[in-house]
């Protein structure tokens, strides 16, 4: 597999789940670790894209694919990604713990739909929970993010 831009062969368990992969075997921490029943979404990464939730793919199902995380958006490690500055300038966070999973979440959905409403945007992250901000500075956020911020 290949995570953030680096090539991995790793041999694994049958049964072991890609947000461990990620956290124990290659050390990404950012990729969070919550409910473990893929309701919370704090461990969303994006595979080949599209965002996923990596307590439910089996790290040998992501043989083959592009993984990026949370340490992977920033080019080159410069600088925040646009996502991830909007979070910050908008106040998208509090405990943070949440936030890297919201963050890929959003850029997969800004691929998805560049210009989203605030109807798309809260469909497109119902999939993630944040039990502290509120969810209205993470649509803010989001609407920062792609430009449609009113």
Do not use: W
């Not at 959003?106 to 945007?121: A, D, K, M």
């Amino acid at each position: 597999m290949t995570v953030n831009g680096a090539r991995h062969e790793l041999m694994l368990e049958p049964r072991e789940l890609l947000v461990y992969v990620l956290r124990e075997r290659l050390g990404l921490k950012g990729t969070n670790v919550a409910c473990d029943t893929s309701s919370c979404g704090a461990c969303t990464v994006l595979i080949d894209g599209e965002s996923v939730k990596a307590c439910t793919v089996l790290g040998v199902q992501a043989d083959g694919h592009d993984i990026t995380t949370i340490e992977g958006l920033s080019a080159n490690g410069g600088g925040l990604h646009p996502v991830q500055q909007a979070y910050h300038e908008n106040h998208a966070l509090q405990c943070g713990y949440c936030t890297p999973g919201f963050v890929m979440a959003t850029v997969s959905l800004l691929r998805e739909h560049p210009n989203p409403t605030e109807e798309e945007i809260r469909k497109g992250l119902e999939g993630n929970l944040c039990r502290c901000t509120g969810y209205v500075n993470i649509v803010r956020a989001v609407q920062a993010a792609a430009g449609t911020a009113g």
